[in-house]
């Protein structure tokens, strides 16, 4: 606790100190800026106790005893550069106005008094900032956001983990310019400081971050340069300085199937990165999002919500109209369902079928088929399904969801479907992991303000204002908070702030603040960041240390993304992570033999398996085929020239 | 002196120390007394006693005759001082009440020094700032004040005879002008202590604002430099006073004896700080007092710079900026603020 005093408190009549707002002088050289925090102590006692009062600074004002710029003028005969030759310096002033962050006593809450202004040590911060509450041994649940700095006070600042990630209150929103470091690190930050400090009697916490834009959260468990000037915050704050060593991601495939649509699809980094395929079922129970309301009508509504309930996983029975038994598993299966259905229909003339009129059918045909199309690589005619592993998340794990390279729609569908699934696990109970914080940046077009209701936008809503009891945080971020919907925005408890754009700032979102402060935001440092949080009355402003992880920009550098090449290549790509002993020339030799729908679907179920064998296990995917000594050599000879042997007839009573 | 604690007496009362204090208080010594309404103008700061104008002869010591002699540049002149001192004194004069229409003036007289430093004004930290608060009433007039009020040291009559011998009439003029007479001995006694105690302890040149010549130590001293800005005595009879009101910005005069009566010697002149074109005679014209020394010439002129250079900053929007040192000002603002 600073005991020299840096500043006296001042009142006038026609600037009065206020309960929540003091003015103080000092010195010129004085460490006292807008940001810092600082302590008055009072003279006279109130109920036998001397008030001490905490503030921030939040405006500065520099003045002389100068009455008019023209007199200065004069004084120096029009001519600048004598001023410096002057034997004597007017008198000037440095007044700062603070917002109050804490009184003590609480009670009576009186304006602040005259007293000696000293600028605030580590312990005061603590009680400026209400962090003692949840900074006490055995109830500790504090998050270190980052280092608070003003003169010789170096000060960790806490967020309570009940007000971040829940019961009391959750979320947290990040608003920042793009390009400096703001958002991405301090995500990356801020959840090692929660893996790192989140009480382990709150039970288990995992995270799940949609990379929405380039490679920014492709390199997660690779490590980032850090020198020692980034390493001692992280001592400070007691977080290990390395990547996170818990991490799995997400990706569906190109259109072609082949490759996966990610930046992290460098043969090196595959081992920990899943396909993300859904099938008709996974697709069908969010149809909403996929078909806005001038695609579907009430009508078309009603037959998906029959196929839904009756066809799909059913056995439709041959009726007047189909021509034999149907079991609808998948895009394919329900093409024919659809093709049998029309040509019954056609054939008999009839204009409806089970109260749905040929058109409808028509229409729906049209736009469910062209699902498959819209999301290639994530939706599957097979009905091939690889997902999260909701039910057995592990605590202290990063599962990343990549939907960089993704058409909108398909994001869309991914966003939607992984949330409400996540919603639902957590509401059972059986997610794997009590808590789970959902990162979603492009917030602004998720959520934005203005346009029309999406299915999306409405589910994140729900997790704003619902999630928290539930244990479903959004750790959200964008350019632009006041482009974003006012609801999900203010359900975050915590917010913070980067370097703004000064078209922002001027947004009636931040009037709140004064001039000194947007003029500090719109011109923050990389690292340095405007905390507001549920214990703390005024915005706290903190460094946060460079993220120990591997920038995306670098990532893609060192780990450049592999070029979609041949079937033969991708599925080596795709076998080899899981058994070193694949080789090209025995891949290629498959390819020879099979199909392609064939090799994808025996690749997807390998990848899923993940079996001991995995050349055993591929190959037993496959009917036997005894393939002719020319064609295997000419496999040999030429991956160009190879032509898969024609697969025998399923009905054929002569093959293996 | 030390004021304040010269202001601590066993008065069972508290000894005020504003004007609204002061008139608490004299209520309760002269409970018949009528209080002024400090909301009006009537109880506004009393200006200072001044002399009559008069022209003087000077005594001239330096050449024959007075004559302009330039010591810098009309303009643009960069110039270093050699006053690391500046002092100055402050009064401050209310009439609180009426006691059967005596006058009850209470004043607040004030004298401090401010040292430069990095080129910076602060608090001279040797010689703490001087504060006198006393009541100034003619006692002959008032006999039913209480004793203990009467016989209080804070307390100065001011109905006793003057030098002459002259006892002031109950008329309420008389006895206000001779208050302020009082008054204005009380802070020149201010400023001669704090003069003086800087030429015994200092060794660098103080500019006092003011004569220097009520004090034997200070007229003598070759640290103390008074500069005088009211010309209510001009030394500039006959052919002197072209060259006095013709002086240019730069420009001094010959160096002249000054000797009023009952007081000390001292060598002065006149310095031009600013050009007086299209403004009165007397505009940015000072007279410097310092001591006499045998190298007169070299000491005028490296004073008349020392005062030209104290010129910038500026000492608006005093009223007196063309003649103020920026140094002076400073000290008047620092007085105001603590008295």
């Known amino acids: ?656 | 002196m030390n004021p304040a604690n010269s202001d601590r007496g066993d008065n069972e009362l508290s000894w005020p120390t504003s004007t609204h204090a002061a008139r608490r208080f004299i209520m309760r010594a002269l409970p018949h007394a009528s209080p002024m309404d400090l909301a009006t103008g009537e109880a506004e700061a009393r200006p200072r006693a001044d002399e009559p104008p008069v022209l003087a002869t000077p005594s001239v010591i330096e050449g024959s005759a007075l004559r302009a002699i330039r010591v810098a540049p009309a303009r643009g002149a960069r110039l270093e001082s050699g006053f690391l001192g500046f002092l100055d004194g402050a009064q401050d004069v209310r009439v609180v009440s009426h006691a059967d229409g005596i006058p009850i003036v209470w004043a607040t007289v004030s004298a401090a020094i401010r040292v430069r430093r990095n080129r910076r004004l602060t608090a001279f930290p040797r010689r703490a700032p001087a504060i006198s608060r006393r009541y100034y009433l003619p006692l002959r007039y008032l006999e039913e004040l209480e004793p203990a009020f009467r016989n209080d040291p804070r307390v100065v009559d001011s109905g006793r005879p003057d030098a002459s011998g002259v006892i002031p009439s109950r008329h309420p003029a008389a006895l206000l002008d001779r208050a302020l007479q009082r008054i204005q001995q009380d802070r020149e006694a201010l400023e001669q202590s704090l003069t003086e105690a800087w030429c015994e302890e200092e060794s660098s040149p103080i500019y006092v604002d003011g004569s220097i010549t009520a004090s034997a130590t200070a007229s003598r001293s070759s640290l103390a430099i008074g500069v005088v800005k009211s010309h209510r005595t001009l030394y500039a009879e006959g052919d002197a006073f072209r060259v006095v009101v013709g002086l240019d910005a730069g420009e001094r005069s010959s160096v002249f004896r000054v000797a009023p009566r009952g007081r000390h010697p001292v060598a002065s002149w006149y310095v031009r700080l600013r050009g007086a074109a299209g403004r009165d005679a007397l505009f940015g014209l000072v007279r410097v007092e310092a001591a006499e020394s045998d190298d007169l010439t070299f000491r005028a002129d490296e004073i008349s710079r020392w005062i030209i250079a104290e010129g910038s900053p500026l000492a608006l929007p005093d009223g007196r900026w063309d003649k103020m040192s920026y140094g002076i000002r400073d000290t008047e603002e620092f007085l105001r603020a603590i008295s």
């Not at chain 1, 996929?290 to 919500?305: E, G, M, S, V």
């Open chain 1, 1 to 656: 606790m600073s005991n020299e005093p840096l500043g006296r408190v001042v009142a006038t009549e026609r600037r009065p100190n206020t309960p929540h707002e003091f003015h103080f002088w000092t010195a010129l050289d004085s460490p006292v800026g807008i940001g810092t925090i600082v302590r008055v102590d009072g003279s006279n006692p109130v109920n036998g106790q001397i008030p001490r009062v905490y503030g921030i600074v939040v405006e500065g004002f520099s003045y002389t005893d100068l009455q008019s710029p023209m007199h200065d003028v004069l004084g120096h005969d029009g001519t600048p550069g004598s001023a410096g030759f002057a034997v004597t310096e007017r008198a000037e002033i440095r007044l700062y106005s603070a917002a109050v962050l804490r009184q003590l006593p609480d009670e009576p809450l009186q304006p602040v008094p005259m007293g000696e202004v000293h600028l605030a040590g580590e312990d005061d911060v603590a009680v400026a900032l209400r962090m003692d509450s949840y900074l006490k041994e055995g109830a500790r649940t504090g998050i270190p956001i980052g280092v608070y700095r003003a003169g010789a006070t170096d000060s960790t600042i806490y967020l309570d983990a009940d007000f971040l990630l829940g019961p009391e209150a959750a979320h947290l929103n990040i608003s920042g310019m793009s390009g400096l470091a703001t958002k991405t690190s301090a995500v990356e930050w801020l959840l090692a400081s929660v893996f790192a400090h989140f009480p382990e009697d709150k039970g288990s916490i995992a995270a799940v971050c949609f990379n929405v834009k380039g490679p920014d959260l492709c390199f997660l468990d690779q490590p980032g340069p850090l020198d020692d000037r980034d390493l001692e915050p992280y001592e400070k704050m007691a977080v290990a300085a390395k990547p996170f060593d818990r991490v799995r991601y997400f990706a569906p495939y190109t259109a072609k199937g082949f490759a996966l649509n990610t930046l992290r699809s460098n043969e090196a980094l595959l081992d920990n990165v899943t396909p993300l395929t859904w099938g008709l079922r996974e697709v069908l129970q969010y149809a909403e999002v996929l078909l806005n309301r001038d695609d579907i009508d009430a009508k078309a509504d009603a037959l998906i919500d029959f196929i839904k309930e009756r066809v799909l996983d059913r056995v439709s029975d041959k009726d007047n109209y189909l021509s034999r038994d149907h079991t609808v598993q998948s895009f394919a299966d329900l093409e024919d369902w659809f093709r049998d259905l029309l040509r019954g229909l056609e054939k008999s003339n009839s204009d409806s079928w089970r109260t749905h009129h040929i058109a409808t059918i028509r229409k729906v045909r049209n736009r469910l088929s062209n699902l498959s199309t819209r999301c290639a690589g994530l939706v599957t005619d097979s009905g091939v399904v690889s997902d999260l592993p909701f039910g057995s998340f592990e605590d202290r794990m990063v599962y990343v969801v990549d939907v960089a390279t993704l058409e909108e729609d398909a994001q869309d569908l991914i966003f939607a479907r992984v949330v409400s699934k996540l919603r639902e696990h957590l509401e059972r109970r059986d997610l794997g992991v009590k808590h789970l914080i959902v990162f979603v940046d492009e917030l602004n077009k998720y959520a934005p303000s203005d346009g029309q209701d999406t299915y999306v936008r409405k589910m994140l809503l729900d997790i704003a204002e619902r999630g928290r009891y539930l244990g479903l945080v959004l750790f959200s971020a964008q350019q632009f908070r006041s482009q974003v919907h006012r609801r999900v925005v203010g359900n975050s408890g915590t917010s913070l702030f980067g370097r703004m754009d000064a078209d922002e700032l001027a947004t009636p979102g931040y009037s709140v603040l004064s001039a000194a402060i947007r003029t500090k935001l719109a011109t923050l440092e990389k690292g340095q960041l405007m905390v507001r949080h549920p214990h703390f009355t005024q915005p706290i402003f903190v460094r946060f240390p460079r993220p120990a992880v591997m920038l995306g920009r670098v990532g893609v550098e060192q780990f450049p993304q592999a070029v979609e090449s041949g079937l033969d290549v991708a599925l080596y790509r795709a076998l080899r992570p899981l058994d070193h002993s694949v080789t090209l020339p025995w891949v290629q030799k498959l390819v020879a033999l099979y199909d392609e729908a064939e090799l994808l679907k025996a690749r997807d179920a390998t990848i899923r398996a993940r079996p001991a064998s995995v050349k055993a296990y591929f190959e037993a995917q496959f009917r036997k085929v005894i393939p002719t000594e020319p064609a295997v050599a000419a496999a040999a000879a030429s991956r160009e020239e190879t032509r898969a042997v024609r697969t025998l007839p399923i009905d054929d009573p002569y093959g293996f």
